[in-house]
């Protein structure tokens, strides 16, 4: 993508043009960032009787169990008031990438990872946490990390 800016005092007011080929996922991100509808920065959980506001930053991941879903933290696990695929849509500017069915991963906080005799990916995160890449999704793990989202 390539940005442009224009500072002059000869503009009346504040104004933005998009130029793209087609319509996608980055366009459309824009949009909603531009018109005030950018993601939540924060979720909230709960941690026993406790309410916890939980930064994307701090989740190495998160996984449904049991029709629940948790983010998994250096500190442990947080119940999430939210479903698994809103975590991956609406902080996928926080390098949230789908993992597998079950786990939606924050790239950003990978230290290391293995490649197994099956073709899945042992994730290594910087918390000592470790989570699995199912088959499926390790194209596209490796691409995120590679591109830098």
């Known amino acids: 993508m390539e940005i442009k800016v224009d500072i002059d005092r000869a503009h009346k007011e ?11 996922s980055e366009t459309e991100h824009l949009m909603k960032k531009l018109n005030g509808q950018a993601p939540a920065a924060r979720m909230i959980g709960s941690s026993g009787e406790q309410s916890v506001i939980v930064n994307p930053e701090d989740v190495d991941y998160a996984v449904a169990e049991k029709r629940k879903v948790y983010a998994v933290t250096r500190d442990g696990r947080i119940e999430l008031n939210r ?7 609406d902080f996928a500017d ?5 993992f597998s069915k079950s786990v939606v991963g924050n790239i950003s906080r990978i230290e290391r990872f293995e490649v197994s005799f099956s ?5 290594h995160f910087r918390s000592g946490n470790k989570e699995y890449v199912s088959r499926r999704h390790v194209v596209s793990v490796k691409q995120k990390i590679e591109g830098g989202l």
């Open 14 to 24: 504040t104004s933005v043009t998009i130029h793209a080929r087609e319509w996608n």
């Open 119 to 123: 073709g899945s990916l042992c994730v």
């Open 94 to 98: 926080h390098s949230f990438v789908r």
């Open 83 to 89: 479903k698994l695929y809103e975590i991956e849509s």
